[in-house]
Nanobody
Framework: QVQLVESGGGLVQAGGSLRLACAAS????????MGWFRQAPGKERVFVAV???????TYADSVKGRFTISRDNAKNTVYLQMNSLKPEDTAVYYC????????????WGQGTQVTVSS
């Protein structure tokens, strides 16, 4: 079992930056594919970024060039650096972990609110 706890959300003005962190409990963090997702009010949860176990990263088009996902396996933590934030980035951000061989993400955090004011 893996527990994920996000932190770092808050209120920021457009153009500003935030760094989210997701701390994972349990073993074998380095073997997990770690993703960030977000859900805006009244909308479905959508993919933001992912880091494979080997560190290969992929981003949604909407955040490419502005957001950076990284991981520190020694600290069992994955980060999402968000720069040049826009009001449309306002959402609850969730991290998730996927075990090797899983078709879906196995574990989810509780989410952290990011609000970008114009």
């Amino acid at each position: 079992q893996v527990q994920l706890v996000e932190s770092g959300g808050g209120l920021v003005q457009a153009g500003g930056s935030l760094r989210l962190a997701c701390a994972a409990s349990g073993r074998a963090f380095s073997n997990y594919r770690m993703g960030w997702f977000r859900q805006a009010p009244g909308k479905e949860r959508v993919f933001v970024a992912v880091s494979s176990a080997s560190g290969i990263t992929t981003y949604a088009d909407s955040v490419k060039g502005r957001f950076t996902i990284s991981r520190d396996n020694a600290k069992n933590t994955v980060y999402l650096q968000m720069n040049s934030l826009k009001p449309e980035d306002t959402a609850v951000y969730y991290c998730a972990a996927k075990r090797v061989g899983s078709n879906e993400y196995d574990f989810w955090g509780q989410g952290t609110q990011v609000t970008v004011s114009s």
